[in-house]
């Protein structure tokens, strides 16, 4: 059973920095683009960084730019979100989704393409 994992998440304070993983089972990345989403109550849900199913394109939201990091372990099981410089409207539950099998170079944040969704992980930045 394919399945998405989401873990790290937590309370951290201002300026603070999580790194969040998803772990895939049941298949590996080389054929999959992976996205890190975000969904804060009453927002609709943001695209915030993904990665290609070659792992050789990034594409990162402008609000998180130069502060996220999006990479995937050499394993091609794990794929990571390093956040830094955390602000109070990054509080949101964080999912990764995969789209695939796909030979795709790019990725995109839109959610349409995704087609498995992990369960999300909290992430609340507060003082």
């Known amino acids: 059973q394919l399945q998405l994992v989401e873990s790290g998440g937590g309370l951290v304070q201002p300026g603070g920095s999580l790194r969040l993983s998803c772990t895939v089972l049941?298949?590996?990345?080389?054929?999959?683009?992976i996205a890190w989403f975000r969904q804060a109550p009453g927002k609709e849900r943001e695209g915030v960084s993904c990665?290609?199913?070659?792992?050789?394109?990034?594409t990162d939201v402008d609000s998180v730019k130069d502060r996220f990091t999006i990479s995937r372990d050499r394993a091609k099981t794990t794929v990571y979100l390093q956040m830094k410089a955390l602000a109070p409207e990054d509080t949101a539950v964080y999912y990764c989704?995969?789209?695939?099998?796909?030979?795709?170079?790019?990725?995109?944040?839109?959610?349409?393409?995704?087609?498995?969704w992990g369960k999300g992980t909290q992430v609340t930045v507060s003082s």
């Open positions: 049941g298949f590996t990345l080389d054929y999959y683009a």
């Open positions: 990665i290609s199913a070659g792992g050789e394109t990034t």
């Open positions: 989704a995969a789209d695939g099998p796909s030979h795709r170079s790019t990725c995109t944040l839109q959610p349409e393409p995704y087609n498995l």
